[in-house]
Each structure stands twice: as structure tokens, then as C-alpha cells.
């Protein structure tokens, strides 16, 4: 009777609430599937169309910054400054480059005092400095601000050496100076934080835990790796009988041949991973670099080492250089240990320095797949002082507690981080997981170490230590994230990438027909088990957007100047008639009329000989003139046609940009294009080539309209339009121009 009463009272439910339906699970999932696939669609669209809307704006014209550019790429030698070319060109360059990536020193060094930008971009901002970031921050209109405090501190490399009585600094310059990064000054002052808590870059949960619980205070959300156990994963401790030349160069040559050896046997077994080596001090790195040329010789996979590509080639890096970098298998070497008297003591160079514990952090969170640790120490040999909370201390406790991690794994963090919690988090979820144990598999509920975990894992029956399938529920794990994006698509997308077959079971469908899931996930299971196993090496990388790639011609005719046709009237009624008749001077009015209104505005003279040649004329003597004045006189009375000066323009406002259809095209004089037409084609080529110098603006404009020398007629016309142009507000100068905004 209850039974019968909670499923009608779930039918009822179900039938006035949409959003429960489809009940299907195949029909959820193909909602599901439309919904990724036009989520992946609006990303890559959204990308195309910020990439396409950006490359309109580059410029088309050789008239500005652009042509200064091509010059230089052409000259062979005695190339402009970087600065001296970025104040001629930096618009065309922001036109063709919009994104900037410099350090802020280039910064300062290259861009002029007056180049801006929209959004200013730091990242790794833990490592830059206050003083270093001045010259950055202002040159933008928004400040973006990324970057990790538990990770490295500016570098101290390039400070003064000289001391500073500090009785000179008074309270206002120590407040100025008080903050140790830009990052620093940020927080303090107030900005909006966006916390970044998902991370993925780590293929074994243990690359990150340590880091996780002791660093972060265990609020990173990690996922778990399909294969908990392989040898190209994880984290292990190498431990070496070395010593440390203390009383010499300060390295251990017995770690340096420890980490050559895996290295060798890293390229030998897993050659399509990347490698890394990073060194706590720079004896230690230095020591490394040369076993590595000492045995070159006799070893090929030493001598194919690349390490060209910033990306994923081989390196050896010290402590204070690897911020990041990332590999998937780094090898950290300590290199402190006894030395050749047997004494171990407490120094471990950079470790003991304030911040010690921020490099600590980097050097262990370098790798996607792998880290060893090769050490001729224990976590049990550091000593640090009882109530010491000085910042040396939190370097050597981190540096014992990740030694001590390395070597007995999650438990030497005292916190209970099985693979799995133990308990599902619904009901719904342990009907699923009695079903999939009902079918004589060990499955678990809750995978994972922190933040995002599978809700049922499936382990193989066959490969200890690797998961054959995860069970996705719609339950509370799948309800606590907002965004339909990250529980529908992204979080999926990364367990797969991190070797997961995913199988999701929606509660709606469960309830309908239970047991049609559970043939479904046996189904599942089937299938996972005659795929051959996911290795989590290089997936296909995903369609990039579709850009549209057009060729642009600098000194093509731009699409808005058009063919120069010489300006000609329609033939008089009679060939007889006599130009300075009055009672033609009706025809003449017409002629003018129609002359103007194709190609206003246009200089009287050239009316006058297109109606000189329509009459079959020659030369105009004055009673011709005295009867085009007239007429002109009655058209501009009766007629709608506006004089200014010598120029005539059409009550239809007719004005464009008109030049030579060919090279061999009449050229007009200078003293017969409209000034209205010289302004407007000197504005339309600062909108293709942006800002310009006047000396390439009047060369590109001289060769649009087909001159090849540029005389004092035509400076002048030329000076006169941007004069003209300025003292209107349109255009920015005197030099280089501009339009205004």
C-alpha cells in the first residue's frame, strides 16, 4: 500500500514538472549530447569571432604605420629602434598584433610612454614586482591581475646590492614598498577575487595532494586518474647513498648519476613522455648538466635529448627558473645530504630562505604524469626547531613533509584520503552501486582524494590499481554545480582525459525502469572490458575555429575610391545653334545641371569644357564665358546648384572619392579635385591604415590619385585638406595623423 501510494505520489511529479522529462535515459543522453556539441560549437564560434573581428581592423592601406613596417622588414640593415619604430607604426602594429606578451621590463624598454591598451594582462603576478608593474598598469584601461602567493616570490636577481638605512625611508615610502609582488598590492587594495579552484593538469591526484592539503588548505578541486598504479605515474622517492661536497663545489655526484639513470630509463620505456629535471640549488643543477655530457658519449638517448622546445623539451632548471614549466615526469633532485665527514646540517639553500616553502610548492607541482624525488636524505633527517615559525622553518617542515609523503604516501599527511570515502551520498547512488556489485565486480563509491569525485568506480577485474568504468549519477555530486557547462561537459571531458570511461545513470530513468539501466551498465561494463585500456597519452585536439583568411594588397585600390570619368554633357539640339544665343542659354543651364549633379563637386572650369566639347568648341573666348557665367547664374538661382568659390556643388550632396580606372587613365591636376574630395580620401586612408605619418599619408594619397611626383601643388593642396581636417575636429595631428574618435 505504501509502495503503490509514493509511486503515484512520484508519477504525479513527474507528469507536472517539464523538467523531468524525457524519463529515458537514451533520451536524456541525446540531450545531453546536443547540448555538448553546441556548447563546443559557441566556444569555437565565440573564438572565431573574436579572431575575424580583430583582423578587420588591420590595416589595408600602405598610407600608415603599415608601410613604415614593410619598409623596415625590406631593409637589410640599419633597421629603426624597436621604440622609434612602435612611435611611427604602433598603430598598424596593434591593428596587425592586438595582444602584447612582454615581460614588464620589455615593457618599459620598447613601447612608448603614450601606448595603450584596452586591458592590461599580468600573469604569474606573484613574481613581479610593484615598481616593475608601474610602467604597465597605467598604459591600460582594465587590470587583470593573475597569479599564486604560494608560489616563487619576485626573483631577487637583479636588486641593488647596496644597503638602505632604513631610518631614511619615511612611513609613506615604506607603505609604498611594503608589498612583496604586484599580486600583493592587489589583494590589499581591495580587488574582486576569482578564485581558480579546478585543477586538471595533474594525471595522478598524488602529483597534487601534497600541495593540496599543506598549501591550499585542501580546496583545489582535483580529479582522480582512471589507473591509480603504472610506473610512469605518481609519485617515488629514490633514495642514494651521496654525498655533498660541502667543502668543495657544493653538489652530490651520486644524485646527479641517480637522476641520468631515469632519465635514460624514461626515454628507454616511456619515450613519448616529456622530462624534466629540476635541481634545488645551482651546484646541483650544474653537476647534472655535466654526468648528463659525460655520458652523452656512450649513451644515444642522452645525445637525442631535445631541448629546443620551451614547451616539452628536456631541461635542468633550478629552483628559482622553473615557475611555469611542466612536464610529464620530473625528477627533483635535493642534492644536500651529509657530507664527506658524515654531518648532515640544516642548510638547504634556498629552502632555508624566506619563501622557501613557495619554491618548495612550484618544483613539486611541475609534473602532469610523474615526479621522482632523488634524495640522500629522509623526511626523518630534517631537524627543525620545536615552536620555530620563523619562514626558514616552514621551508625545511614542508621539505621533511614531502619527503615523508614521497616515501609512505597519502598517510604521512594524517588525513584519511583512501581512493574512495566509503559512502555514497544518496540512496539513489547505493541502489546503483548494489546492482554493480551484484554483478560480482568490486565497485566503490566517492573515487578521489579531494574536491570533484567519481560516484561509483568499477575497478578492473584483471589490473589492480586501474578503474574499468566510472559511474556518473545525477545525485548530489552532479546537482552542486550551477553551471550546466561544467557538470554536463567540461568534468566529463577531463575524466576522459585523465583515462576514464564514463557511464551516467539518471535517477529519472532508474525510477522508471530499473531494470532496463541495470542491462545498460552490464552493457557498459562489456564494452569497457574489450576496449583495449585508455594509456592517457596525446588525445586529438579539439576543431579550432573556423577564421576567415583573406589576403590584403596595400597598395590595391581601396574598395571605396572610384573610376575618374572625364565629366561630358549631352550634345546641344541643333548643330547649328549658337553657344552665347540667349535663346540656348536654357539648354546650357540643363547641360550644367546634369554635369554637376554626376560629379559635384566639380570645378567651374571643368563644366565649361565638358559643355565647350559637347558643342563642339574650341577654346572659350569671352562671349562663351559670359554666357556659361550666366547660365551658371540662373542654375544656381533656380536650379538647386550651390557655388562656393570656383567650386560647384549638387543640391544631392554627391560627393566620393573619385581616381584613374587604369594606369594609363587621365590624371586630373591637383587644382581640379574638390577640396571636399582631397578631406574625405585623406580620412577614408586613415581608417584603413590608422594612424600615419604625414609623409607616408600625402605619398599614398599622391598615388591614388595616380601622380608620381608630388610637386608644391600638390603639398599644398595636401597641407590644406589636413589643416582643414584638424581646425573640423575629424582628424588628430599635426603629426602623425589620426582620426579623431
Given amino acids: ?37 553546441l556548447d563546443r560549437e559557441l566556444v569555437r564560434n565565440t573564438a572565431a569571432s573574436v579572431i575575424n573581428a580583430c583582423a578587420s581592423r588591420r590595416p589595408t592601406s600602405s598610407a600608415g604605420g603599415a608601410g613604415v613596417i614593410r619598409q623596415q622588414a625590406q631593409l637589410k640593415r640599419r633597421h629603426k629602434p624597436v621604440r622609434a619604430l612602435l612611435s611611427q607604426a604602433g598603430d598598424a602594429a596593434q591593428r596587425l598584433k592586438p595582444c602584447f606578451m612582454m615581460s614588464p621590463l620589455s615593457v618599459s624598454q620598447f613601447l612608448p610612454a603614450d601606448f595603450t591598451f584596452d586591458a592590461v594582462i599580468f600573469d604569474e603576478a606573484s613574481q613581479v614586482k610593484e615598481a616593475d608593474a608601474i610602467g604597465c598598469i597605467y598604459r591600460g584601461s582594465q587590470l587583470i591581475v593573475a597569479g599564486d602567493d604560494k608560489q616563487l616570490p619576485p626573483t631577487s636577481f637583479f636588486d641593488r646590492m647596496a644597503d638602505t638605512d632604513e631610518d631614511e625611508l619615511d612611513q609613506a615610502s615604506e607603505e609604498v614598498l611594503g608589498f612583496e609582488s604586484v599580486l600583493d598590492r592587489c589583494k590589499a587594495q581591495g580587488f574582486t577575487p576569482l578564485p581558480l579552484r579546478w585543477h586538471y593538469r595533474s594525471r595522478h591526484e598524488d602529483l597534487i595532494t601534497y600541495s593540496n592539503y599543506r598549501f591550499y588548505g585542501g580546496k583545489l578541486h582535483t580529479f582522480p586518474g582512471a589507473v591509480s598504479n603504472a610506473p610512469d605515474l605518481g609519485v617515488e622517492l629514490f633514495r642514494v647513498d651521496g654525498v655533498y661536497r660541502r667543502g668543495a663545489s657544493r653538489d652530490n655526484l651520486q644524485e646527479a648519476a641517480k637522476v641520468v639513470d631515469r632519465v635514460l630509463h624514461h626515454r628507454r620505456h616511456h619515450p613519448q613522455t616529456t622530462i624534466g629535471v629540476v635541481a634545488l640549488s645551482t651546484a646541483q643543477q650544474l653537476a647534472v648538466e655535466a654526468e648528463i655530457e659525460r655520458r652523452a658519449a656512450d649513451e644515444p638517448e642522452l645525445r637525442e635529448l631535445e631541448a629546443g622546445d620551451r614547451l616539452s623539451g628536456f631541461f635542468v632548471k633550478n629552483l ?37 616553502e613557495r619554491r618548495l610548492n612550484v618544483a613539486v607541482t611541475r609534473a602532469r604524469r610523474r615526479i621522482e624525488i632523488v634524495s640522500s636524505i629522509s623526511g626523518g633527517s630534517i631537524r627543525v626547531a620545536g615552536g620555530d615559525t620563523r619562514s626558514e622553518a616552514g621551508g625545511l617542515a614542508h621539505l621533511r613533509g614531502y619527503l615523508d609523503f614521497a616515501e609512505r604516501g597519502r598517510a604521512a599527511l594524517a588525513i584519511d584520503l583512501r581512493d574512495s570515502l566509503g559512502d555514497s551520498e544518496s540512496p539513489f547512488e547505493e541502489e546503483v552501486l548494489r546492482a554493480a556489485q551484484s554483478m560480482g565486480l568490486e565497485a566503490v563509491p566517492q573515487v578521489g582524494a579531494a574536491g570533484y569525485r567519481i560516484d561509483i568506480g568499477i575497478r578492473h577485474p584483471d589490473k589492480p590499481g586501474n ?24 568534468r566529463q571531458e577531463i575524466l576522459e582525459g585523465l583515462g576514464w570511461t564514463i557511464h551516467r545513470v539518471w535517477s529519472t530513468a532508474w525510477f522508471a525502469d530499473r531494470g532496463r539501466e541495470i ?5 557498459a561494463i562489456d564494452n569497457a572490458l574489450q576496449e583495449p585500456p585508455d ?10 575555429p573556423v577564421v576567415d583568411t583573406v589576403p590584403t594588397d596595400l597598395d590595391a585600390r581601396p574598395d571605396w575610391a572610384h573610376d575618374y570619368v572625364e565629366p561630358a554633357a549631352s550634345a546641344p539640339p541643333s548643330t547649328t545653334a549658337e553657344f552665347d544665343d540667349p535663346a540656348f542659354r536654357g539648354v546650357i543651364v540643363a547641360q550644367i545641371c546634369e554635369v554637376v549633379d554626376d560629379h559635384a563637386p566639380i570645378h567651374r572650369d571643368v563644366v565649361l569644357r565638358a559643355i565647350r566639347r559637347a558643342w563642339g568648341r574650341g577654346r572659350a573666348g569671352k562671349l562663351m564665358r559670359d554666357a556659361f557665367d550666366n547660365a551658371v547664374g540662373r542654375a544656381v538661382a533656380s536650379r538647386g546648384i550651390e557655388q562656393r568659390g570656383d567650386w560647384l556643388h549638387s543640391p544631392h550632396g554627391m560627393t566620393v572619392v573619385r581616381v584613374p580606372a587604369f594606369d594609363d587613365a587621365p590624371r586630373r591636376p591637383v587644382e581640379e579635385v574638390p577640396p571636399d574630395e582631397i578631406e574625405l580620401a585623406i580620412m577614408h586612408l586613415l581608417k584603413d591604415a ?29 597641407d590644406r585638406a589636413v589643416r582643414a581636417l584638424i581646425e573640423a ?13
Fill in 690 to 718: 590608422g594612424d600615419s605619418p604625414n609623409a607616408y599619408l600625402r605619398k599614398a594619397w599622391a598615388s591614388l590619385y595616380g601622380w608620381k611626383r608630388v610637386g608644391p601643388d600638390i603639398e599644398r593642396a595636401f
Fill in 535 to 544: 594509456d592517457g597519452g596525446p588525445r586529438p585536439a579539439p576543431t579550432g
Fill in 320 to 356: 628559482e627558473s622553473v615557475q611555469g614549466d611542466e612536464r610529464d615526469i620530473v625528477i627533483l633532485t635535493i642534492g644536500y645530504g651529509p657530507d664527506e665527514n658524515g654531518k648532515l646540517t640544516m642548510n638547504f639553500g634556498p629552502i632555508n630562505r624566506e619563501g622557501g
Fill in 729 to 741: 575636429g575629424k582628424v588628430n595631428g599635426p603629426d602623425p595623423l589620426r582620426l579623431a574618435d
Fill in 519 to 523: 542491462r545498460a551498465l552490464r552493457s
Fill in 467 to 490: 578503474y574499468l568504468l566510472g559511474v556518473e549519477c545525477d545525485g548530489a555530486s552532479y546537482h552542486s554545480s550551477k553551471v550546466a557547462r561544467d557538470r554536463d561537459r567540461l
Fill in 1 to 37: 500500500m505504501k509502495l503503490a501510494l509514493l509511486r503515484r505520489w512520484a508519477d504525479q511529479i513527474f507528469d507536472r514538472d517539464d523538467r523531468l522529462r524525457p524519463h529515458r535515459s537514451d533520451d536524456r543522453d541525446s540531450i545531453r549530447d546536443s547540448f555538448q556539441r
